[in-house]
């Protein structure tokens, strides 16, 4: 279903986004118009090149006030702040506390994988999470979708056709366990509706 459906709006305990190809915009459009009242983590794995010093995260805090950091190994999960996966490292939520990083092999030919990050969340959260797809090149993400779901969260694709490459959010959506398809203005007002 398309748009925002108001009967979902629930209590989050956090949220996942996973982007590739064209996500650095989609990831400012989204984080730039986020109320900093957000009461949640926000955990997101960006496809980056192993050249990648935390240049997006550079980008995105001049773009928002939000609190957004390159996650590290074992750190500790404040509410409200927001953590990117940095080059070539999975990021895993632990448990509800801690973050933690690893080498183990690529999944979907990347690393940091959001397969990975939104398995690992779905075990954590259960219900309590909200995952969000957008704009890619290759299919990494659509596992987690179907991870997310088993777990009772709920989840949400970028609309294809205003993504910048529909691959990503078109394979999130063909494993049927997509609850929303969202404009990135919609998945921010959604988010918002969630602080309010």
């Given at each position: ?5 108001k009967s979902?709006f629930?209590?989050f305990?956090a ?6 190809a064209?996500g650095?915009n989609?990831i400012?459009d989204?984080?730039a ?5 957000v009461?949640f983590?926000i955990?997101?794995a960006?496809h ?5 010093r935390?240049?997006?995260?550079t ?6 006030d939000?609190t957004i ?5 074992k ?13 070539n490292?999975?990021?895993?939520v632990e448990?509800r506390?801690?973050?933690?990083l690893n ?8 690393r940091?994988?959001?397969?990975v990050?939104?398995q690992?969340a779905?075990d954590v ?13 290759n ?5 987690g ?5 088993r777990?009772?969260?709920y989840?949400?694709?970028?609309q294809?056709?205003s993504a910048?490459v529909d691959?990503?959010p078109r394979?999130?959506i063909a ?14 007002h959604f988010?918002n509706?969630?602080v309010?």
């Open positions: 279903m398309t748009g925002i459906n979902n629930r209590t305990d949220v996942v986004i996973g982007a590739s064209g650095v989609a400012t989204i984080l118009q986020t109320n900093r009242a009461s983590p955990f997101i960006k980056v090149g192993l050249d990648d935390g240049g997006a995260v980008v995105f805090n001049k773009l928002t939000l950091v390159e996650a590290w190994d750190q500790v999960i404040e509410a409200g702040c927001v953590y990117i996966a940095p080059s490292y999975h990021m895993l448990n506390k801690l973050l933690c080498t183990d092999e690529k999944a979907c030919y990347v940091p994988s959001i397969d990050l939104f690992s779905a959260y259960g219900e309590r999470l909200l995952a969000i797809i957008l704009t890619g090149a299919e990494d993400g659509a596992e979708v179907r991870s997310v779901a777990g009772g969260g989840t949400i694709a970028q294809p056709q910048e691959v990503m394979a999130a494993t049927g366990c997509v609850d929303q398809i969202m404009t990135l203005g919609e998945i921010s988010l509706c969630l309010a």
